[in-house]
């Protein structure tokens, strides 16, 4: 299990989800990446190897936005690659995913997608969770917490995940099981998400330990929200 930061509000999320995930490398990792959401829609970058190697990538890229979320990844199911490094999209890109942890029955649920027509870009057991949720939205026409939700009661596992979408980009969901996840409340409207407090000590000391199985919307606006 590895590192997972995230940044929501009104500052450029890059340089403190970049700086976040050097604060995390030393709990070792095989890959790293992030995805941002701007104006222009959603942009993932990702690599294997060193954050460092996804820096000097992401270079001459469009990096502006203000929410923004990176991974580094401890591989457990697909070998290291820049495909199988997170963040992970569902079938239509609009969701993406970063995850620590393993979804156990992920071959089952990736079978059963596969038939209603999925088309799986990755080797991992994460991305089975993102077309899931992805799937769930468009069978039952919930919103999209409640599509994590039940998603997630599909699952068995540990997790700690953080999902954005396009067609939200002013929220951030994030969920744990068996695998840490803290909230930081920054200044003014501002979120930070890690799987440890070491990224976010440095921005805020007003932080929230997230509880198994429960999910917390952060939005733009400043609301916190948790459902369970
Ligand atoms: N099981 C996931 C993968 O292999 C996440 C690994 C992790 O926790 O970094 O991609």
Same mark, same amino acid.
């Given at each position: 299990?590895? &590192?997972? #930061? !995230?940044?929501?509000?009104? @500052?450029? *999320?890059?340089?403190? %989800?970049?700086?976040?995930?050097?604060?995390?490398?030393?709990?070792?990792?095989?890959?790293?990446?992030?995805?941002?959401?701007?104006?222009?829609?959603?942009?993932?970058?990702?690599?294997?190897?060193?954050?460092?190697?996804?820096?000097?990538?992401?270079?001459?890229?469009?990096?502006? &936005?203000? #929410? !923004?979320?990176?991974?580094? @990844?401890? *591989?457990?199911?697909? %070998?290291?690659?820049?495909?199988?490094?997170?963040?992970?999209?569902?079938?239509?890109?609009?969701?993406?995913?970063?995850?620590?942890?393993?979804?156990?029955?992920?071959?089952?649920?990736?079978?059963?997608?596969?038939?209603?027509?999925?088309?799986?870009?990755?080797?991992?057991?994460?991305?089975?969770?993102?077309?899931?949720?992805?799937?769930?939205?468009?069978?039952?026409?919930?919103?999209?917490?409640?599509?994590?939700?039940?998603?997630?009661?599909?699952?068995?596992?540990?997790?700690?995940?953080?999902?954005?979408?396009?067609?939200?980009?002013?929220?951030?969901?994030?969920?744990?099981?068996?695998?840490?996840?803290?909230?930081?409340?920054?200044?003014?409207?501002?979120?930070?998400?890690?799987?440890?407090?070491?990224?976010?000590?440095?921005?805020?000391?007003?932080?929230?330990?997230?509880?198994?199985?429960?999910?917390?919307?952060?939005?733009?606006?400043?609301?916190?929200?948790?459902?369970?």
């Amino acid at each position: 299990m590895c &590192g997972i #930061v !995230g940044y929501i509000g009104y @500052r450029e *999320a890059w340089p403190i %989800v970049l700086k976040g995930l050097k604060r995390l490398e030393y709990r070792g990792y095989d890959s790293a990446g992030i995805a941002l959401m701007n104006n222009s829609g959603q942009h993932i970058y990702k690599k294997a190897g060193k954050v460092a190697v996804l820096e000097e990538f992401a270079e001459s890229q469009d990096r502006s &936005g203000s #929410v !923004g979320m990176g991974h580094t @990844r401890w *591989a457990t199911h697909g %070998v290291p690659s820049d495909r199988n490094s997170h963040p992970h999209t569902s079938n239509n890109d609009k969701l993406s995913i970063i995850h620590n942890g393993i979804i156990e029955n992920y071959a089952t649920l990736k079978e059963e997608l596969i038939q209603r027509g999925h088309e799986f870009k990755s080797d991992t057991d994460t991305e089975v969770l993102i077309h899931l949720i992805e799937d769930i939205q468009e069978k039952t026409n919930v919103d999209l917490v409640e599509a994590v939700r039940i998603a997630l009661n599909e699952v068995v596992g540990a997790y700690a995940i953080v999902i954005v979408s396009q067609d939200h980009p002013d929220m951030m969901i994030a969920a744990k099981k068996s695998s840490p996840l803290v909230i930081g409340l920054g200044e003014k409207d501002e979120y930070y998400i890690a799987s440890d407090a070491t990224p976010i000590i440095e921005h805020t000391n007003k932080v929230v330990y997230l509880n198994d199985e429960e999910i917390t919307v952060v939005r733009r606006d400043g609301t916190f929200e948790i459902r369970s």
